[in-house]
Each structure stands twice: as structure tokens, then as C-alpha cells.
Antibody, heavy 124, light 110 residues
Framework: QVQLQESGPGLVKPSETLSLTCTVS????????WSWIRQPPGEGLEWIGY???????SYNPSLKSRVTISIDTSKNQFSLKLTSVTTADAAVYYC??????????????????WGQGALVTVPS | QSALTQPRSVSGSPGQSVTISCTGT?????????VSWYQQHPGKAPKVMIY???KRPSGVPDRFSGSKSGNTASLTISGLQAEDEADYYC??????????FGGGTKLTVL
């Protein structure tokens, strides 16, 4: 069973860049799509973006100008960079695998495995 | 991107059924049969309970079921149990390789 683990600094100063890495174990990072999702304290979930093992990406339009997701298949890792952070970016950041659903044709439609989450604090 | 609309809270007694709604638009919930539901206990990561509107992953009890009508999807939990008390989030594909979540619903088992 695949496992995901987020890692990175828990404190990022305003205007600096948030950097997190997700390490995938128990399975290959190849042949899947991988996502970042965040949850501000006491609030709901927000999809940040995804990356395919080939390197293709898609981002939430509300964050697109500040987000970069990259992948290192040799290390079974993918990463998130979010620039110019503010207190509004303080959240638990989850990495997740996009699940494949097949009924005749196959589509990537949901998030089937999640990391435990990494809390990132941005002091005011 | 506007989040999908969910009730802030619902409640029910053990053994009863509850339904959580998730309202979007024709650009997301109404336009695709790719609605999923996630259960989140405090301090834990979300867990998928329903995907593609009606499908249940292996290991999820059949007390959990999903449906959709127009721009509104629903999650129904029958035979409520104490361990079902959690936050529930809906999520929909909204085209252009993007997803949107609902604001979340807190389920209280009385």
C-alpha cells in the first residue's frame, strides 16, 4: 500500500518561499498524478495543483502565479514551492495521489491516498 | 474559484440516517460525474469514502452512499455509528484539469 510523507520547514516568514517535499513509499511515483492540497486552521480543503510523473502540471487559478510543483522520479518525490507567502498561506499542507477510475474508459477523478499533513506557520 | 456549498453541520442519533448536500454549478458538480466525498477525523488526513458520485472504495462500509441530481450531490450515511462523527468534504472535478472542494460539514452523532 502506497504511503506519502510530507517534509519541510514548519515556519516560513512573510514574503519568503514555502517549500515542501512529498516522499512516496510502497509504490512507484510513475504512472500516476500527484497533488498538493491545503487546509488553513479550522477551515476547509483547497486544491493547490497536481503534477503527472511526466512533469505536466495544472494549478488552482487562484494560486497559479505563485505555485510551482516539480517531480523527481529517481527519488520517488514531488515538491511544492509557494512564493511570497502571507499569513493567509498558513495551513496544513497535504500531498495526495490522484486515483484512477475505470469503467470502460479510465479517468483520474479523486484523491485515493493522502499524507499525514505538514503544518506550515506564517507569523504576522 | 468558489468552493462548493455544504451545510456547516448536521446531526443524527445512532442508527438513524443523515444526508449531507453539496451544491455546485453546471461547471463542476452538474457537469461531471466525478464527485468524491472525504471523511476527516480531528487531526487526521482526509479519507475517501465515495468517488465518481456513487462508487465506494474497498473497505468503506455500505452504510455510506452517494447520489447526484443536477448541480447537487449528496452523501447519505445510514445506521449512524459513533465513529462516523467527523468532518465531511465533497470534491468535484471542474474541468481544465482542476478540482474544487466544498467548505465541509461537521457531523455530530448525538
Amino acid at each position: 500500500q502506497v504511503q506519502l510523507q510530507e517534509s519541510g520547514p514548519g515556519l516560513v516568514k512573510p514574503s519568503e518561499t514555502l517549500s515542501l517535499t512529498c516522499t512516496v513509499s510502497g509504490g512507484s511515483i510513475n504512472n500516476y498524478y500527484w497533488s498538493w492540497i491545503r487546509q488553513p486552521p479550522g477551515e476547509g480543503l483547497e486544491w493547490i495543483g497536481y503534477i503527472h510523473y511526466s512533469g505536466s502540471t495544472s494549478y488552482n487559478p487562484s494560486l497559479k502565479s505563485r505555485v510551482t510543483i516539480s517531480i523527481d522520479t529517481s527519488k520517488n518525490q514531488f515538491s511544492l514551492k509557494l512564493t511570497s507567502v502571507t499569513t493567509a498561506d498558513a495551513a496544513v499542507y497535504y500531498c495526495a495521489r490522484v486515483g484512477l477510475s475505470c469503467a470502460g474508459d479510465c479517468y483520474w477523478t479523486f484523491f485515493d491516498s493522502w499524507g499525514q499533513g505538514a503544518l506550515v506557520t506564517v507569523p504576522s | 474559484q468558489s468552493a462548493l456549498t455544504q451545510p456547516r453541520s448536521v446531526s443524527g442519533s445512532p442508527g438513524q440516517s443523515v444526508t449531507i448536500s453539496c451544491t455546485g454549478t453546471s461547471n463542476d458538480v452538474g457537469g461531471y460525474n466525478y464527485v468524491s466525498w472525504y471523511q476527516q477525523h480531528p487531526g487526521k488526513a482526509p479519507k475517501v469514502m465515495i468517488y465518481d458520485v456513487i462508487k465506494r472504495p474497498s473497505g468503506v462500509p455500505d452504510r455510506f452512499s452517494g447520489s447526484k441530481s443536477g448541480n447537487t450531490a449528496s452523501l447519505t450515511i445510514s445506521g449512524l455509528q459513533a465513529e462516523d462523527e467527523a468532518d465531511y468534504y465533497c470534491c468535484s472535478y471542474r474541468g481544465s484539469y482542476s478540482w474544487v472542494f466544498g467548505g465541509g460539514t461537521k457531523l455530530t452523532v448525538l
